[in-house]
């Protein structure tokens, strides 16, 4: 059993999952109330991970963060090193990859919340800051734990974004698929059936007590 | 709405019948080595210049191929770039009896891309252990050849200790070379037939590593037990380990087995 790769794929999840709760928000929110009439290009960005192979997208993120463009230029000269095979390269990567599984939730339970209770608190003066930490966030608390279950382990599955740009480095860009895929590779079939039927269970377990928990006390039904 | 259901139905059920088929050309399914890309499709249009059949190439990784083989996949002839592979499905009971060949010897090179400041030709695998090289791509070691052979030819040059923490593994050769084409890898040490693959070729600079430094990296195959046409099959084979074939193989970056 690979445990640094499992370990590493968990790290990953939770930062990949982090990162899209701080800017998942925001731009679901802003898909939802914005009221330009474009944003629907925006709304189509966001979903194209879950339509592209990601071997494309692994194919173009590879290109975009190494050092013939330009982004990858900037960020090795401040970083001092490339963002190719390492592990803030994968959380990029994991990030565009699981993005639409994070803000569709979010936006479509924002888009849910009673307008009218929105706009009773606007003409009470309250911020629409403060509106939407007292009223949209509380109401919206199934979509957001929906939003980071199904990205947590969406990035804990990732496959083939991961071969595109990680390398393969064991503890770094070695996750706990590509390691399945390595033993399957390497004809030890024992070792990938036992890893496989590991993240069978915890992607199980992570989904039942989430659908489980939302049907009970903690997140009022409505 | 019933009318259109039936619509969908029958559009379905005519995308699902299979067109009439002549049934006078032979097929060969074909499963190949990644690193047999260009020289393969070379080998069978001649091939089938001269013979009616019809012959479909699905390239990949052996290992892949011997996971779905071991379940019965639907080909008739594996182009392994490991002995190894055909041996075991051979043992297994797989492969035609008597039909494992060797077609090949795979050769290593160091590549890098054109504007890079090494000089592959002349600083050979040394080059790696400049700091101006931060990574270098070669294939999982794990389980490609290639890459257990890259693996030996830098410790049998005695640099792989300096360049050990610089190493990135792609799934199989081909990946390593394209880790250094994007430019995400400064150099790799990948199979000359890809080195020498038109779609490299212009690319970069490479130098081959001496064959002595690495294990021979033989490459077999075998016909499988459930070929469809076995004929087809037999002739393929020995085409490709014949003259004309062996020609093809070395002018697309292979040493023959006798060499």
Request: aromatic fraction near 10%.
């Amino acid at each position: 059993m690979d445990w640094t790769a499992l370990w590493l794929s968990v790290r990953l999840a939770t930062a990949t999952t982090v990162v899209l709760l701080a800017i998942g928000i925001p731009m679901a929110y802003w898909i939802v109330f914005s009221p330009r009439r474009w944003k629907f290009v925006i709304e189509a960005i966001v979903a194209l991970p879950l339509v592209l192979p990601p071997t494309v997208l692994g194919f173009y993120v590879l290109i975009a963060i190494g050092p013939l463009s330009p982004v990858g230029r900037a960020y090795a000269r401040i970083a001092g090193h490339g963002l190719p095979f390492t592990f803030e390269g994968l959380l990029l990567a994991s990030v565009l990859y699981s993005m639409p599984f994070a803000v569709q939730p979010f936006s479509t339970e924002f888009a849910s919340v009673d307008r009218r209770l929105l706009e009773a608190s606007w003409t009470l003066g309250v911020s629409r800051l403060e509106t939407f930490r007292r009223i949209v966030l509380p109401l919206s608390i199934r979509g957001i734990v929906s939003g980071v279950v199904l990205s947590f382990a969406h990035t804990l599955g990732e496959f083939g974004v991961v071969l595109m740009v990680g390398g393969n480095l064991p503890g770094v860009t070695r996750t706990v698929s590509i390691s399945i895929y390595d033993s399957v590779q390497s004809l030890d079939y024992g070792a990938a059936s036992q890893t496989s039927l590991l993240l069978l269970i915890v992607s199980f377990l992570i989904l039942a007590s989430t659908y489980g928990l939302q049907r009970s006390v903690w997140v009022k039904p409505r | 709405m019933k009318r259109f259901f039936c619509a969908v139905l029958l559009v379905a059920a005519a995308a699902c019948s299979q067109p009439p088929e002549p049934r006078s050309r032979a097929k060969l399914r074909i499963a190949a080595a990644a690193d047999l890309n260009a020289a393969l499709g070379e080998l069978v249009a001649r091939f089938t210049a001269s013979h009616p059949i019809d012959v479909t190439v699905t390239y990949g990784s052996s290992g892949t191929f011997y996971a779905q083989l071991v379940n019965d996949a639907p080909f008739d002839l594996f182009f392994s770039a490991d002995v190894e592979y055909p041996r075991r499905l051979a043992a297994q009971g797989k492969t035609l009896a008597d039909s494992e060949f060797q077609y090949a010897v795979g050769r290593l090179v160091l590549w890098v891309p054109k504007g890079s400041p090494i000089d592959p030709a002349r600083d050979g695998l040394n080059a790696l252990a400049s700091r101006t090289v931060a990574h270098v791509a070669i294939a999982n070691p794990d389980h490609a050849p290639y890459g257990r052979a890259a693996v030996a030819a830098l410790q049998a040059e005695q640099v792989y200790d300096a360049v050990r923490h610089k190493i990135v593994f792609g799934e199989n050769v081909a990946q390593a070379l394209q880790f250094v084409q994007s430019g995400a890898a400064d150099a790799g040490i990948v199979a000359l037939s890809l080195a020498l693959a038109p779609a490299s070729r212009d690319a970069g600079r490479y130098a081959e590593v001496p064959l002595g430094e690495y294990p021979r990296i033989d490459q077999g195959g075998a016909i499988l037990r459930w070929a469809a046409d076995v004929e087809s099959a037999r002739a393929f084979r020995a085409f490709v380990i014949g003259a004309d074939g062996r020609a093809i193989l070395r002018q697309f970056g292979f040493s023959m087995p006798a060499d």
